[in-house]
């Protein structure tokens, strides 16, 4: 059964990409707990992320600090978090949170996710792609 995230990649639902290659993708979150939410997601559909072979996890990674460091730049953050998943939705993603002096409180930021909107999650891509 295909996931929502693979129906992404795949283009049968839209999704606002800020990267991909023949591993994975990096879409913004349609609900982010914060601006400029991120997810790292291999095209290979897996729940758990120790399953992954080598390859695909060391590459996730490698990505995932790219785009944290286009994060870093792009919303000025003190850190931006790296969170793992695959419960939610059972495909392996890896969440980046771009947290700026202002937030506090990941676990507090976490409980604030509300659905973005199709034009904001557009200009927020144009702003990280310049610092990719």
């Given at each position: 059964?295909?996931?929502i995230f693979s129906k992404i990649i795949n283009?049968?639902?839209p999704g606002q990409f800020i990267y991909e290659d023949e591993v994975c993708v990096?879409?913004?979150?349609k609900f982010p707990a914060i601006t400029g939410q991120v997810l790292v997601i291999p095209?290979?559909?897996?729940?758990?992320?120790?399953?992954?072979?080598?390859?695909?996890y060391s590459h996730l990674f490698t990505v995932a600090k790219k785009v944290g460091s286009a994060l870093d730049k792009t919303y000025d953050t003190t850190r931006t978090c790296l969170v793992v998943e695959g419960f939610e939705v059972p495909?392996?993603?890896i969440k980046l949170y771009p947290m700026t002096k202002d937030d506090t409180s990941l676990d507090q930021t976490l409980k604030e996710a509300k659905e973005a909107s199709d034009e904001v999650l557009e200009l927020e891509s144009e702003k990280i792609k310049v610092h990719l």
């Open positions: 059964m295909s996931t283009r049968e639902i990096v879409l913004l979150d095209k290979k559909e897996m729940d758990y992320i120790f399953d992954l072979d080598e390859e695909t495909h392996v993603h």
